[in-house]
């Protein structure tokens, strides 16, 4: 795919986006169907299968040949890697969605030949769209976001991570997680992994833990990421595989040797 080729699908891609994301805020209001998935609290609702449809639907219509995975079930079940595949999680935050009608997010990747291209995640009841296109640089709207290459000390640095760090768990031992707390400035915990991904980005937050992410969670958040020179990999510090699900440690470039060799590996470890 040449040049001209991928700015005339993301021009196409950055339309879908805005107009899901219309879609979703002119029926925010509307009474939701919720129903569960694997457990009772992982939701989905005619909203997060609608806005997939949309996609599924685009997609089919414009670029026949392309490849779809997706969240709610839509997507192509034989994915050619070695082709362009669109990874569309149509309403991450679902919870939030449901609960608090804010802080989600619509979260498109597109991929080709494994590589990933263009990224957009759209913060939709906040009119934010963050996108990327590969070695182009990251945007929040039309604001290009600066390298995250300034000093970054972890006593300094603010950490997205929920609760199920410090609760037990058969991932990691809490008592270094708790040591990490106390070194580091703060907390957050926002319920939306892309908008976690979209502030690393933009250096809000400087590092996001969390203990697994399906594809769709971090194909946009990745390739945004990169434009700034964000670190992404797994929590004992390998690289993610773009098509699988994996557990992740996203930060400045800065903290990340110390986040891993201090605190996430000596977690695990204890673990196994
Ligand atoms: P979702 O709303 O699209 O399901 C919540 O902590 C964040 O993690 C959300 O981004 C949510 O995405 C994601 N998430 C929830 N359950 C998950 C699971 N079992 N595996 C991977 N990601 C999950
Ligand atoms: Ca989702």
């Known amino acids: 795919m040449d040049e001209a080729q991928i700015a005339t699908l993301y021009q196409q891609a950055r339309a879908w986006v805005l107009e899901a994301g219309a879609l979703v805020r002119d029926n925010i209001h509307i009474p939701l169907t919720v129903d569960t998935k ?5 939701l ?16 089919k219509t414009h670029f026949p040949s392309h490849f779809l ?12 890697e070695t082709g362009v595949v669109w990874v569309v999680d149509p309403i991450d935050g679902t919870k939030n969605f449901v609960h608090q009608k804010k802080c989600f997010a619509i979260s498109v990747g597109i991929f080709v030949g494994g590589i990933g291209e263009i990224g957009f995640i759209y913060d939709v009841m906040n009119y934010q769209l963050y996108s990327a296109k590969k070695n182009e640089g990251a945007f929040k709207n039309n604001r290009r976001l600066p ?18 760090w410090l609760m037990k768990n058969r991932l990691v031992d809490e008592a270094y997680i708790e040591q990490l707390i106390r070194k580091a400035r703060g907390t957050r915990a926002y319920g939306s992994a892309t908008l976690a991904f979209t502030a690393v980005t933009e250096g809000s937050i400087d590092a996001y833990m969390t203990m697994s992410l399906e594809p769709w969670d971090m194909a946009a958040g990745r390739i945004l990421i990169n434009e700034v020179g964000g670190k992404l990999t797994n929590i004992v510090g390998n690289d993610i595989t773009p098509f699988e699900k994996d557990s992740v440690l996203l930060c400045h470039p800065a903290i990340h040797q110390e986040l891993l060799n201090h605190y996430l590996i000596p977690a695990r470890q204890k673990k196994i």
């Open 38 to 42: 694997s457990d009772r609290k992982d």
């Open 147 to 164: 390298k995250l290459s300034y000093q970054k000390s972890l006593e300094n640095s603010l950490l997205c991570m929920n609760h199920h």
């Open 69 to 80: 995975l997706s969240e709610e079930g839509y997507g192509d079940r034989n994915l050619d």
């Open 44 to 59: 989905v609702t005619q909203v997060d299968q609608e806005v997939e449809y949309f996609f599924v639907d685009k997609i």
